[in-house]
């Protein structure tokens, strides 16, 4: 089978695409006047309050599939600052999803242990889902019928490779970004049948790879609950 390939990305030979890179331009708001270029841009105080609503929203316990939709509901909240930067839209939400962190406690385990875990892992995932960026993960062209066992093996091989050496809480983005743009050429499947493609490929990627410093028994489960609601979500952007 022969896939597509797209500026800026490579779903058919994804360990040789080095030049993507999930990167995020570090803008400092807080403490800041209100302004820039005379436009209004939040502060500080304006992501803790949004953080509050968003824990208000999820008062009846938080969970890590609820990460995704959190970070959607952040992105709702910057329509309050129409003239933001996309560089400032994400940042403002990095903050924000922060904030959430530390006003919430992590089920099961000490937050002192997984919050600076979670925010690694959150960030790039802010890039990724950010709404001026989803053009990004729509196939240049579609390919009829369905991926064999043989397709579908041999590339998660090759998303496989680079992670050979360690599996870091910030890798799970790129794989999910590989995964979506795989699956979403495939037009003859239904969302179910390319969200199920997608769970495959990035939980082989997740077994089969180790998270340095943290056992995978501990790592492994909340990879899998955090993404697959973010898959989900982006296939439905795609198909719409």
């Known amino acids: 089978m022969e896939y597509t390939d797209a500026i800026d990305r490579n779903w058919e030979n994804p360990a040789e695409n080095t030049s993507y890179e999930i990167a995020i331009e570090q803008i400092e708001c807080a403490g800041k006047t209100p302004m820039t270029n005379g436009k209004i841009i ?8 949004y953080a509050k609503e968003i824990v208000k929203i999820f008062h009846d316990g938080f969970q890590w599939q609820d990460l995704g939709s959190m970070i959607v509901q952040c992105y709702s909240f910057m329509k309050e600052f129409p003239h933001l930067s996309f560089d400032m839209r994400v940042q403002s939400v990095i903050k924000i999803m922060e904030y959430v962190i530390d006003f ?11 919050d600076p875990i979670l925010k ?51 890798d799970l983005a790129s794989v999910v970004y590989y995964s979506v743009g795989f699956a979403a050429q495939f037009a003859d499947l239904s969302l179910d049948n390319q969200c199920n493609l997608c769970y495959a490929i990035v939980d082989h990627i997740i077994e089969k790879t180790d998270t340095p410093y943290v056992l995978d028994s501990f790592s492994d489960p909340i990879f899998k609950k955090f993404y697959r609601p973010i898959v989900r979500k982006l296939l439905q952007t795609i198909d719409q």
């Open 42 to 49: 939040p502060l500080d105080i304006d992501h803790r309050r």
């Open 104 to 114: 919430t406690d992590t089920p099961y385990l000490p937050d002192g242990l997984t």
């Open 120 to 170: 690694k892992m959150i960030t790039p995932f802010v890039t990724l889902i950010a709404p001026d960026n989803l053009q990004h993960l729509q196939p240049p062209k579609k390919i009829h019928g369905s991926p064999s066992e043989e397709d579908i093996q041999s590339y998660e091989e090759q998303i496989l490779q680079p992670f050979k050496d360690g599996f870091h809480w910030r």
